[in-house]
C-alpha cells in the first residue's frame, strides 16, 4: 500500500537555524497538510496546502513556517529561526480528496531544538 | 468550532481485560467524520478507523468494536481481550469542511499489563 515518507526521522538543530522537514506525499493525493505534537501531548493542525497554496493554516503557523512543494513530489515545511518551543514531532499528511477519505500519516520527524 | 474530548488520559488493564476509551465530540456541522488512530510507542499515527455523522451503525473489526452515538456526541472505542501490543496512545480524532482540517483529543494512554 502506498506511504507517506518523511525524512529524516529525527533532526536536530540549534536555536536559530533554519530547518527543512521533508515529506512525500500518495503519489495521486491533492492534498497535503503538517501537523505537529508536542511530546505527550495532542497533535494540533499546522497547515492544509492544495492546488499549490495554503487552504488553511492555524495559529501555530506564524511568520517563522512556510511550506512548499517544489516539484511535484515533495512537500516540504520551512521554520526559518528555530525555537526551542519547536521542539516536537512533525506529521506531514495526505488526501486524495477532501471527503470520504482519512488523512494517510507519516511517520513522523521528531525535530530537537537545543 | 469542533472540539474532542478524552476524558481518561491514562488506563491500566491486565491483559485478557476488556477496556473502553471514551471520546465525546462538540461541532456544528452537520456532516462530519470522526476517526480513531493510534500511536505505539514508535511514535507513528496508524489509522484504525472512520466514520460518517449519517452512518450510526456500530463497527467491529476483530478484538476492536466502535460504538457511535449521535445522541450523546460520543464515539467510543472497545478493546475486547486487550493484549500488551495494543498498549499504546490512542487519539481519538474530528473533522468536517473541505479541507479535512482534523481535530484531535488529547489522547488516551493504554498500557496493558501482561
Known amino acids: 500500500e502506498p506511504e507517506v515518507t518523511q525524512t529524516p526521522s529525527h533532526q536536530v538543530t540549534q536555536m536559530g537555524q533554519e530547518v527543512i522537514l521533508r515529506c512525500v506525499p500518495i503519489s495521486n493525493h491533492l492534498y497535503f497538510y503538517w501537523y505537529r505534537q508536542i511530546l505527550g501531548q495532542k497533535v494540533e493542525f499546522l497547515v492544509s496546502?492544495?492546488?499549490?497554496?495554503?487552504?488553511?493554516k492555524s495559529e501555530i503557523f506564524d511568520d517563522q513556517f512556510s511550506v512548499e512543494r517544489p516539484d511535484g513530489s515533495n512537500f516540504t515545511l520551512k521554520i526559518r529561526s528555530t525555537k526551542l518551543e519547536d521542539s516536537a514531532m512533525y506529521f506531514c499528511?495526505?488526501?486524495?480528496?477532501?471527503?470520504?477519505?482519512?488523512?494517510?500519516f507519516g511517520n513522523g520527524t521528531r525535530l530537537t531544538v537545543t | 468550532a469542533q472540539k474532542v474530548t478524552q476524558a481518561q488520559t491514562e488506563i491500566s488493564v491486565v491483559e485478557k481485560e476488556d477496556v473502553t476509551l471514551d471520546c465525546v465530540y462538540e461541532?456544528?456541522?452537520?456532516?462530519?467524520?470522526l476517526f480513531w488512530y493510534k500511536q505505539p510507542p514508535s511514535g507513528e499515527l496508524v489509522f484504525l478507523i472512520r466514520?460518517?455523522?449519517?452512518?450510526?451503525q456500530n463497527e467491529i473489526s476483530g478484538r476492536y468494536s466502535w460504538n457511535f452515538q449521535k445522541s450523546t456526541s460520543s464515539f467510543n472505542f472497545t478493546i475486547t481481550a486487550s493484549q500488551v501490543v495494543d498498549s499504546a496512545v490512542y487519539f481519538c480524532?474530528?473533522?468536517?469542511?473541505?479541507?479535512?482540517?482534523?481535530?484531535f483529543g488529547i489522547g488516551t494512554k493504554l498500557q496493558v499489563i501482561p
Open positions: 480524532a474530528l473533522t468536517s469542511g473541505g479541507y479535512q482540517k482534523v481535530t
Open positions: 499528511a495526505s488526501l486524495r480528496q477532501a471527503k470520504n477519505s482519512p488523512l494517510h
Open positions: 461541532t456544528r456541522d452537520t456532516t462530519y467524520y
Open positions: 466514520r460518517n455523522s449519517f452512518d450510526e
Open positions: 496546502f492544495y492546488n499549490n497554496e495554503i487552504s488553511e
